[in-house]
């Protein structure tokens, strides 16, 4: 047997115990984004480190103003590229809770009536799931043969889900320790479940959040209605402003640096047969709202967009009161592509905030980091060595795709580090992530570890 395939044999005997692990994971409620749950962020942190150092990763967790980051190594001065791992351990908040069939930090796994298998949590696929992939296989690596075939450096962050706050500053820290040749990240998707994917693309994001202010108390409607200004009304004035009839957003300056999408990825993707019907259907859907003229992949792929997370404002209790409030919020986020620059879009933003703000009432902004889209060249060395591996493994070629969500760090990494990225993942459209009952395919654990076994064993040879 080849050395490869004792590491997959391996992997294939220990599956069960790989799940374990997994959920002892899942069951740390480490949602970053919610101060109530500080100390189970560190808990993960904690959990990752001791997991990794005793499977022969040296890992410590390190402090930053926000929730820790983890950092390992195994390196001894290996000839193929020296690679870093990425994931994160932190997950979105829970709610709504009413709709999780069962506790989201309770991991179960559930056979269909197919035979397939499915791990239901919260994190099972964002990202704790797939982090896992990337651990599962280089302890089956080391116990195996001794060794990883490429030296590894790990870093598993705390905050994604929250804006990866105290990146910048860890990175431009520990510049020295995190810079390798490659990094490797699994937090993206499959292009459907017997096609593996590379992703290509993917978008930035900045986001603000407005409260609007009008009267210095909530009102009665009766006695001021007609005449106060009524915050709710400003605020949704500002959101239907925001897009014009053909689904155009209106910002100016907000379309700069998009490109149209070139030729050569127009045929890849068409080709790929994407059926926007499915798309919708699985969620209840049926009719595209993106702009007009716009090929159903372009809209979650390689158009920036302009959404509304949330907004409030006057009562919201059961029954009704007649009521003018004094306040109103809203939170946005834009979703950027190609050149477009997170700050401008924030300035321009806020500009049309306030031209449509009455002189006797104010706004107030809430600023998100801003994080600008990502495009990696789809003719660099290790995307051939990532196709070569996962074709290996799934019995078919790897489809280069973009990806309509953002993971901000895998843009800092090249530009603060001068570090390319393979972004491998293993997630389903229909995993539910950041939703009630999120889920990730036992299948894509299991192939997600096989998968990058044969990566690592691809990268080294040179
Ligand atoms: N793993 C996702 C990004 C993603 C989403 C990749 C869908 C592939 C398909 C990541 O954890 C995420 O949710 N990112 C946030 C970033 C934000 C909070 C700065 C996002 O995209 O909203
Ligand atoms: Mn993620
Ligand atoms: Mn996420």
């Not at 020296?82 to 989201?104: A, I, K, M, R, S």
């Not at 990240?185 to 479940?193: A, F, G, L, P």
């Not at 155009?248 to 490109?259: A, C, E, S, W």
């Not at 003719?379 to 051939?384: G, I, S």
Request: aromatic letters at 8%.
């Amino acid at each position: 047997m080849s050395q490869i395939d004792k590491v997959l044999a391996r992997i294939d005997a220990d599956l069960d115990n790989a799940l374990a692990r997994l959920f002892d994971l899942i069951k740390i409620r480490s949602i970053s984004t919610d101060p109530a749950y500080k100390a189970d962020c560190r808990q993960a942190a904690e959990w990752l480190a001791r997991e990794l150092t005793s499977i022969g990763i040296e890992a410590s967790v390190r402090d930053t103003a926000g929730h820790p980051m983890v950092v390992g190594h195994r390196k001894s001065g290996k000839p193929g590229p020296h690679v870093l791992f990425y994931g994160h351990y932190d997950v979105q908040p829970v709610d709504p809770l009413n709709l999780w069939e069962t506790d989201p930090f309770e991991p179960r796994l559930v056979t269909r009536a197919d035979g397939s298998k499915m791990i239901v949590a919260r994190g099972s696929a964002d990202d704790k799931g797939q982090l896992m992939t990337f651990v599962e296989a280089a302890r089956a690596y080391i116990a195996e043969t001794g060794d990883l075939p490429v030296d590894v450096t790990v870093l598993f962050e705390g905050e994604e889900e929250s804006g990866s706050p105290s990146l910048h500053p860890f990175l431009n820290a520990n510049k020295d320790e995190l810079t390798c040749d490659l990094a490797l990240v699994c937090d993206t998707s499959m292009w459907d479940k017997d096609t593996p994917a590379i992703s290509i693309m993917l978008r930035g994001m900045v986001g603000d959040e407005i409260i609007v202010r009008a009267a210095n108390r909530d009102l009665h409607s009766g006695s001021y209605g007609g005449s106060a200004q009524n915050p709710n009304h400003i605020v949704a004035g500002i959101i239907a402003g925001l897009h014009d009839e053909t689904g155009r957003i209106t910002l100016p300056g907000f379309y700069d640096g998009v490109q149209d999408l070139p030729e050569s990825l127009a045929k890849m993707w068409a080709e790929l047969g994407f059926s926007v019907e499915d798309y919708l259907g699985e969620i209840g859907l049926k009719y595209p709202r993106g702009e007009k003229g716009r090929l159903p992949l372009e809209h979650i792929w390689t158009r920036p967009t302009a959404e509304v997370n949330g907004m409030w404002g006057g009562y919201q209790g059961p029954g009704s009161k007649t009521v003018i409030p004094a306040e109103a919020h809203a939170k946005f986020t834009f979703r950027l592509v190609g050149e477009q620059d997170p700050e401008k879009i924030r300035a321009s933003f806020r500009a049309y905030v306030q031209s449509r703000i009455p002189a006797d009432c104010t706004v107030e902004f809430l600023a998100k980091d801003g994080s600008p889209a990502l495009s990696l060249d789809p003719t660099m060395p290790a995307v051939a060595k990532g196709q070569a591996a996962l074709e290996a493994e799934w019995g078919k070629p790897a489809a280069l795709i973009g990806m309509g969500g953002s993971i901000p760090i895998v843009g800092d990494f090249k530009r603060m580090l001068g570090m390319d990225s393979l972004l491998i993942g293993f997630g389903l459209e229909d995993d539910r992530i950041h939703s009630p009952n999120e889920k990730y395919e036992l299948r894509s654990f299991h192939k997600g570890i096989r998968s990058w076994a044969r990566v690592l064993a691809e990268l080294a040879k040179g």
